[in-house]
């Protein structure tokens, strides 16, 4: 099962057909608990990850100390193939957010497979567009939308493809999604409340959504 998770990544699909399996193969599989620290800021990249099932968080330590969350990836999603390809160190720390299973690409397999087929970089440099697409749209939604704007499009993208309504289990504890969000954990909270007059209800971890239409143009408003 894995395996086919791995092969439909984003990361693989970009690669040329005649590698995949030689990847697959050379690859390391390994389980974390949450909590459970993948790589720390500054150590050698020393592997592409693909998350094959749960969450991991990605950040960086701030000089007074806090932590800034700078991505969370998921089933199908793949990080460091930058930093992996240069062998430069993580500009981040990785953490299992929940349970997880992680697929590992070794750097070096990775690098001689450039060396030998050029259309291998083509495949990293898609991965790392979608990456920092994904930050621009983090930063626009920063700068252009309120929080309980933010916390609607977290929620939506979790409901995606739900016609009318949607009951979801949230996906990672709620100071992890305030973190993901920009936001401190009581902003969360009251952005949540406000919610309520959009159709939203929180019950401890789960989300119910009566009307995602309504939720949908209030996300979009950019009164």
Same mark, same amino acid.
């Given at each position: 099962?894995?395996?086919?998770?791995?092969?439909?990544?984003?990361?693989?699909?970009?690669?040329? *057909?005649?590698?995949?399996?030689?990847?697959?193969?050379?690859?390391?599989?390994?389980?974390?608990?949450?909590?459970? =620290?993948?790589?720390?800021?500054?150590?050698?990249?020393?592997?592409?990850?693909?998350?094959?099932?749960?969450?991991? #968080?990605?950040?960086?330590? =701030?000089?007074?100390? !806090?932590?800034?969350?700078?991505?969370?990836?998921?089933?199908?999603?793949?990080?460091?193939?930058?930093?992996?390809?240069? #062998?430069?160190?993580?500009?981040?720390?990785?953490?299992?957010?929940?349970?997880?299973?992680?697929?590992?690409?070794? !750097?070096?397999?990775?690098?001689?497979?450039?060396?030998?087929?050029?259309?291998?970089?083509?495949?990293?440099?898609?991965?790392?567009?979608?990456?920092?697409?994904?930050?621009?749209?983090?930063?626009?939604?920063?700068?252009?939308?309120?929080?309980?704007?933010?916390?609607?499009?977290?929620?939506? +993208?979790?409901?995606?493809?739900?016609?009318?309504?949607?009951?979801? #289990?949230?996906?990672?504890?709620?100071?992890?999604?305030?973190?993901?969000?920009?936001? *401190?954990?009581?902003?969360?909270?009251?952005?949540?409340?406000?919610?309520? +007059?959009?159709?939203?209800?929180?019950? #401890?971890?789960?989300?119910?959504?009566?009307?995602?239409?309504?939720?949908?143009?209030?996300?979009?408003?950019?009164?």
């Amino acid at each position: 099962m894995y395996k086919n998770i791995a092969r439909n990544s984003l990361f693989m699909r970009a690669l040329p *057909k005649v590698h995949v399996e030689d990847l697959l193969s050379q690859a390391t599989w390994r389980h974390y608990e949450r909590g459970e =620290t993948l790589f720390m800021q500054e150590d050698p990249a020393e592997a592409i990850h693909i998350v094959l099932d749960g969450w991991v #968080k990605l950040y960086r330590m =701030t000089r007074g100390g !806090t932590e800034a969350v700078v991505s969370v990836f998921t089933r199908g999603e793949s990080f460091g193939e930058a930093v992996a390809l240069r #062998k430069l160190p993580y500009p981040v720390s990785g953490e299992a957010a929940t349970s997880c299973e992680i697929m590992n690409i070794p !750097t070096n397999v990775l690098v001689q497979l450039v060396k030998q087929d050029p259309e291998v970089a083509l495949s990293i440099l898609s991965a790392t567009f979608t990456h920092l697409h994904g930050l621009v749209t983090q930063l626009e939604q920063l700068k252009a939308k309120t929080a309980p704007q933010r916390v609607a499009e977290f929620l939506l +993208a979790l409901c995606d493809g739900t016609p009318s309504d949607c009951a979801i #289990k949230l996906p990672y504890d709620k100071v992890l999604i305030a973190g993901r969000l920009g936001m *401190k954990p009581e902003s969360l909270s009251r952005a949540f409340s406000r919610l309520g +007059a959009f159709g939203v209800q929180i019950d #401890k971890s789960s989300a119910i959504i009566s009307d995602l239409q309504k939720l949908r143009n209030y996300a979009r408003d950019d009164g």
